[in-house]
């Protein structure tokens, strides 16, 4: 059982490059989130899912696609990236948001470096 | 809308002695709080969670937590500070009945000098 991974562990773009982080969890949650971690700024969520084919925005997420074309992944793509979204990436899975069940699980997170 | 607050970028505490991290919230309705800790390197763990009952939470490596309505509070305690205590502690809230997901606060850092 490997929980919640992430892919890639770092990378580093040049500005206008595109690129696509990859979340994976195989705990059969239904509710899963993609999170940046910036000094100072704590967690802020970019987009969030509530299940297979389903996205919403969060806190912050111009400059940001996401897709959950299968329950165990969510994909997090940025279009034309920016120095400004130099950040760590956090994606966390979660049963539901009801009865309790709302424990977020975390990945190890992706350290994104935008030159 | 719902928020989170951590007034204290840090907290030092010397090994030994009982540490206090402080968070407030802010719902409209009555809230679910959660902690969680982040080690160097490392994603947030959970530690623990206030849905309804008791005020007192216990939770993981010896931590609880304290939930105060009227005060709007939920500060993380634990009796005797160990230096691998030390690591940056997140408070988060969800109010069940107006949104559908979890707000974090900034962040705490722990440092528990031996």
Same mark, same amino acid.
């Given at each position: 059982n $490997? ?15 595109s690129?696509?982080?990859?979340? $994976?969890q195989?705990? +059969?949650?239904?509710?899963?989130y993609?999170?940046?971690?910036? #000094?100072?700024m704590g967690?802020? =969520?970019?987009?969030y ?15 940001y +696609?996401?897709?959950? =074309?299968?329950k165990? +992944?969510f994909l997090?793509g940025l279009?034309?990236?920016? #120095?400004s ?5 956090f994606?966390a ?8 069940q709302e424990?977020?699980?975390?990945? #190890?997170?992706?350290?994104l470096?935008?030159? | 809308?719902?928020s989170?607050?951590?007034? &204290? ?12 991290v ?6 409209s309705?009555?809230?679910y709080l ?12 959970f ?11 216990k939770?993981s490596?010896?931590f &609880?937590?304290e939930f105060?309505?009227?005060q709007t ?14 690591a940056l502690?997140?408070c988060?809230?969800?109010d069940p009945?107006?949104?559908d997901?979890i707000?974090?606060g ?9």
């Amino acid at each position: 059982n $490997a929980g919640v991974t992430q892919t890639p562990k770092f990378r580093v773009l040049k500005t206008g490059q595109s690129m696509t982080l990859l979340c $994976a969890q195989d705990m +059969n949650h239904e509710y899963m989130y993609w999170y940046r971690q910036d #000094p100072g700024m704590g967690l802020r =969520l970019i987009h969030y899912s509530v299940g297979e084919g389903t996205t919403a925005k969060g806190e912050v997420p111009d400059g940001y +696609n996401v897709s959950r =074309l299968k329950k165990q +992944n969510f994909l997090l793509g940025l279009e034309s990236a920016a #120095p400004s979204q130099t950040s760590v990436y956090f994606c966390a899975s979660s049963y539901t948001l009801a009865g309790g069940q709302e424990t977020q699980y975390f990945g #190890p997170g992706t350290r994104l470096l935008v030159l | 809308a719902q928020s989170v607050a951590q007034p &204290e970028d840090q907290v030092n505490v010397a090994e030994g002695n009982p540490l206090t991290v402080k968070c407030t919230y802010s719902v409209s309705g009555n809230p679910y709080l959660f902690w969680y800790v982040q080690y160097p390197n490392r994603g947030l763990q959970f530690l623990l969670k206030y849905i309804t009952g008791d005020n007192l939470v216990k939770g993981s490596y010896g931590f &609880e937590a304290e939930f105060n309505k009227s005060q709007t509070s939920f500060h993380l305690k634990k009796p005797s500070a160990l230096v691998s205590d030390s690591a940056l502690y997140f408070c988060a809230v969800r109010d069940p009945y107006r949104d559908d997901k979890i707000i974090f606060g900034k962040g705490t850092r722990l440092h528990i000098l031996p």
